[in-house]
Structures are given as C-alpha cells and as structure tokens.
C-alpha cells in the first residue's frame, strides 16, 4: 500500500518529459490563438527589463523581472518602487514587489508579480482557460501601468 506522499509522487512523475513539453507547446500555442496580441514581454526597450508569462506545475503569474547588473536592477527598482503606489491604486493592487527573488536555477533578480491565488497545473487542461484568462487580465493592466509611465521608467 502506497503512503500519501509515495502517492503524491506518483501524480507529479505522471508525465514524461515529452510529454510535459508537448502539454507546455500546446497550452502556449493555445494561449497565443485565443488571446491573439503582441505582448510587450522582451520588448521594453529597456536592457534588463522585461516581462514574463509563468506557469508551471503549481502556480501561474505574470513578472516585471530585473535581471541586468546589480547597479541597472537598483537603478530600475528604485524607480519601480517610486511608482508602486500608483501600480496598486490604479492597475494592481495585490501586486508584490521583491527586491531579491531567486529563480529556480539560483540566479538572483528582482521581480514584481501578480500570482494567481488558486492552485493550477500547466499538466492539468482544466486549468488552462482559467490561466488564460488570468494572464491576458493581469498582463494588459501591468503592460498598460509600464505604456503609461515607460518614459519616467526609462530616464532614470
């Protein structure tokens, strides 16, 4: 008899790794014909900031990241942090600002994000709409706040 956790195992090794990458194509593919827009994403026209769509296994969000030299991500965060106020009265207002955050891979960067609040897999294709909709929310008000203080970002 298998324990919880032996069981928990088990769920998580469902999938081969082709088959975790054919799922993660298919929802990106997915997403992109159902939410049909040029994301800004890379293109802030700033080095070291860009915006990123997550989702994994456990959770989804949508990231500000900083990810230049220290003193460019310093530079950048201070202005980030001027604007905070602003970013949660008018866009988003549960949105969360780390200064340090380290990536899976143990690279430090600062990051805002907005997680989605419920449990969701990039495996699991009932969570794919949700996600969807989430992203496509959250991402065009972050991307509206940037559009509307780009320049006072970018004369730093």
Do not use: C
Request: glycine residues 2%; without cysteine; proline residues 2%.
């Amino acid at each position: 008899m298998q324990s919880g956790f032996e069981s928990l195992n088990h769920q998580v090794d469902m999938f081969s790794k082709e088959e975790s990458r054919l799922l993660r194509e298919q929802f990106w593919i997915s997403f992109g014909k159902s939410f049909p827009r040029k994301w800004i994403l890379y293109n802030t026209k700033i080095k070291g900031v860009s915006f990123k769509f997550y989702f994994d296994t456990k959770k989804a969000l949508v990231a500000l990241d900083l990810e230049d030299d220290l003193e460019n991500r310093i530079k950048y965060w201070e202005v980030l942090q001027s604007l905070k106020t602003i970013l949660k009265r008018d866009y988003l207002p549960e949105i969360i600002f780390e200064e340090e955050y380290f990536l899976e891979n143990g690279k430090e960067i600062s990051r805002i994000y907005f997680p989605l609040e419920q449990k969701v897999s990039i495996h699991n294709k009932n969570s794919w709409l949700e996600v969807m909709e989430f992203f496509n929310e959250k991402m065009t008000l972050f991307e509206a706040f940037f559009e509307d203080y780009k320049e006072v970002i970018k004369a730093s």
